[in-house]
């Protein structure tokens, strides 16, 4: 045994961290007493630490299986990086590596072996003996039950017997039980302690939008994300390839990744992506596992994910390094349809549909999505989040009794068919050649919502569905029926709410990188930091995380001990890099205190670069910001009474249509959508705000 070790003090010289995370410390202790254990913890949680702690302390060699050969590299670089003697061993290597790494065994050289489970075999005669830990990472691979399923873990199921006085920990983020209880049983650790950390994932923005222009609202997303590394995912791989396209005319740094690229492409794609030459990456599902990038800042579902598991874990790859990251979902109605019609194609359909449905709900959600999504993993909090668009911006509701009534009154009328795109037709009183071959134009109810905007009235009709009133039948080509709810709706007059649909954009979380903006210094760090990657092909994220650099942005080091409190700096980088980096801090201060404070008022950068004679779309370009805050910004100038002339923008003329369509709507509190759509969407936003403006000043 070990004279007890002080875990703290090894995670501050080889990580640079203060602290450990919830659970963390109670895990380290449980394997260093040499007890089995399956750790249960999200992605991104810092399962990582918690084997190679333990590692560092015990007097053996930790052997790390870990299913992806193209990561172990990185892995091993890392540890390398903070100054643990580490080193992997798979099949893809020659066959000098491996008797070097063979030969590292047998002197006890090493502190960690990460190997794959193929080549586990190879390497048990000189394992004999020398081991202190098996840590057994993504553990689910050994069930079928999981979702990524790899034969060679079963071989794992040996090492209990071979190794009898080894420990044995096998970690993974997967939180369904049976899977949890297949790891036990096949690794042969039946008594093993589970440590399952909470799910809840604080530092992700949650929000779901209605999945309509989605490329624009894309577009609008990602205007203030510049430099930022995020993930787009898709359904299908032409999807994959036209956002690709359309974001590259952009501008931005951009590639596709599906199934259908050759293995070549796809770990060119990936080490693009690792290495921060590309920014953006547009995925089917098969894009992620394992990628242990830090800075993955925004994730996007362009399409409804198929569970609520593959929603989590695809939106976990985003903030792991602990920062603020932006998860935005996109809902359609249409992606319902098709994941329903994949279900339909194969086995266990009835899981799959009920998945499908909790996917749904949380996609619909009202109130905190937090609370939803951590429900499905049997958490339970009971306070809003704070950290979601419904906290953010609650969405409020009005008596929709009469509105749900037409909607029940025609499909009973008729006679519970069709679908949801006949019914609207008929509601909206539509002409379509096959409405009137029907007669539907005929019944009491044709026309009844036709002053309920197409988009609107889905979404309302959708909340219907959600509260049970009306139900589709998807294996009878989606027609709709009404529930016992809706008979008492038409027939007793009950009530029902409905939440009112966006009038306004709903608030973006807080920018993360505004103040970083203004000083300068995380780019300069961030140069320094891809310069030295380059030198030493290795990730960036090796060299320091984000994390590290925004830490030195704030406490702005002077000296090597300073650098010392930087979160992410252990001894082997303070030695390694603390110079460098030193020295850029120096020169940005001395810099600063030269000249005074140049911010400034963001309208009077507009101002100024107006002034330059610059176009709207070009300052937009210039600023990264969208042509519509530039308009916002024009309103202000002239507000505080620069003399900016709005009437080149808006017309005299415009500016009286839309004051009189003002009135005859009866708008109050200045409500721009109903303007909006009573122009056929013909008048931008812009537009309308700056005539309305003009119109109250005259
Ligand atoms: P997982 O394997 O659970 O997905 P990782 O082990 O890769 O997560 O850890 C995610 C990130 O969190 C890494 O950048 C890691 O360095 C960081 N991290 C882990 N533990 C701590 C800690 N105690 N303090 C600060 N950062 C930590
Ligand atoms: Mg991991
Ligand atoms: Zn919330």
Not at 311 to 332: H, K, V, W
Request: proline share 3%; aromatic share 10%; net charge positive.
């Amino acid at each position: 045994m070990l004279t007890q070790p002080n875990i703290l003090s090894l995670l501050q010289k080889y990580f640079g961290y203060s602290s450990f995370r919830a659970q963390q410390e109670d895990i380290i202790q449980h394997i260093l007493e040499q007890k089995d254990g399956l750790i249960i913890m999200p992605t991104g949680g810092g399962k990582s630490i918690c084997f190679q702690i333990p590692a560092l302390a015990f007097t053996g060699m930790t052997v790390v299986v870990s299913p992806l050969i193209a990561l172990m590299k990185d892995q091993v670089d890392g540890l390398k990086a903070n100054g643990i003697s580490a080193g992997f061993f798979n099949s893809s290597q020659a066959a000098e590596t491996q008797n070097s790494i063979l030969k590292g065994i047998t002197e006890q050289k090493l502190k960690l072996l990460y190997v794959a489970p193929e080549s586990l075999d190879t390497l048990k005669p000189y394992l004999k003996d020398k081991v202190a830990l098996f840590a057994i990472d993504e553990a689910h691979c050994i069930s079928s039950w999981g979702h990524d399923f790899r034969p060679a873990y079963i071989r794992l199921g040996a090492l209990k017997e071979e190794f009898p006085d080894t420990p044995i920990a096998a970690f993974t983020a997967t939180a369904d039980q049976a899977t949890q209880q297949d790891i036990l049983e096949q690794l042969k650790i039946k008594h093993a302690k589970k440590f399952i950390s909470s799910f809840d994932r604080k530092n992700l923005y949650l929000e779901v939008r209605p999945g309509i222009k989605r490329i624009q609202q894309i577009f609008s997303f990602l205007r203030d994300k510049k430099d930022q590394s995020g993930i787009i995912y898709c359904l299908s791989r032409k999807s994959t390839e036209m956002l690709t396209e359309k974001l590259k005319q952009k501008g931005y740094k951009v590639m596709a990744y599906h199934a259908g690229l050759e293995a070549q492409k796809r770990s060119e794609v990936q080490e693009a992506f690792l290495g921060d030459s590309i920014d953006i990456v547009v995925a089917t599902i098969a894009f992620g596992m394992g990628i242990d990038k830090s800075n993955v800042r925004w994730v996007i579902h362009y399409n409804l994910p198929k569970n609520i598991e593959s929603y989590y874990q695809e939106i976990g790859r985003s903030g792991r390094d602990g920062l603020p990251a932006n998860t935005l979902l996109f809902y359609s109605y249409a992606d319902v349809v098709q994941l329903r019609k994949f279900i339909d194609n194969s086995s266990n359909q009835d899981v799959q549909i009920a998945k499908l449905n909790r996917m749904q709900q949380f996609a619909e959600a009202l109130s905190c999505r937090r609370i939803a999504l951590l429900n499905y993993f049997g958490e339970h909090i009971s306070e809003g989040c704070g950290n979601c668009d419904n906290c953010n911006t609650p969405p409020q509701f009005f008596d929709g009794t009469i509105l749900t009534q037409k909607v029940c009154s025609a499909i009973y009328r008729l006679k519970e068919n069709e679908n949801l795109s006949v019914l609207m037709d008929v509601l909206r009183g539509s002409a379509k050649a096959e409405i009137y071959d029907k007669g539907y134009n005929k019944i009491k109810t044709y026309g009844a919502a036709r002053d309920v905007p197409w988009l609107d009235l889905q979404q309302f009709i959708i909340q219907m569905v959600n509260q049970g009133i009306i139900n589709i039948y998807f294996h009878e080509n989606n027609r709709l029926v009404l529930t016992p709810l809706a008979h008492e709706i038409l027939f007793k007059a009950k009530k029902v709410k409905l939440a009112k649909l966006d009038t306004k954009p709903k608030e973006e979380p807080k920018q993360i990188f505004e103040d970083s903006e203004v000083t300068g210094l995380f780019e300069k760090l961030r140069a320094l930091r891809t310069e030295i990657a380059k030198q030493e092909n290795v990730p960036p994220y090796i060299i320091f995380s984000d994390a590290a650099l925004k830490d030195m942005e704030v406490k702005l080091p002077k000296d090597s001990k300073e650098f010392l409190d930087v979160n992410g700096v252990g001894d082997t980088k303070n030695k390694k890099y603390g110079r460098q980096f030193l020295a850029v801090i120096k020169t940005f201060l001395a810099e600063k205190t030269k000249k005074p404070s140049t911010k400034k008022a963001t309208e009077l950068k507009t101002l100024d670069l107006l002034k330059d004679g610059l176009s709207i779309d070009e300052i937009a370009e210039h600023r990264a910001l969208s042509s519509t805050t530039i308009y916002g910004h024009l309103i202000k100038l002239h507000q505080s009474g620069q003399n900016i002339n709005l009437y080149t923008f808006v017309t005299k003329d415009e500016v009286a249509t839309i004051a009189k369509a003002t009135e005859s709507l009866a708008i109050e509190n200045k409500a721009m959508k109903p303007i909006f759509e009573h122009f056929d969407e013909k008048i931008p936003y812009w537009k309308i705000r700056m005539a309305l403006y003009l119109k109250e000043t005259e």
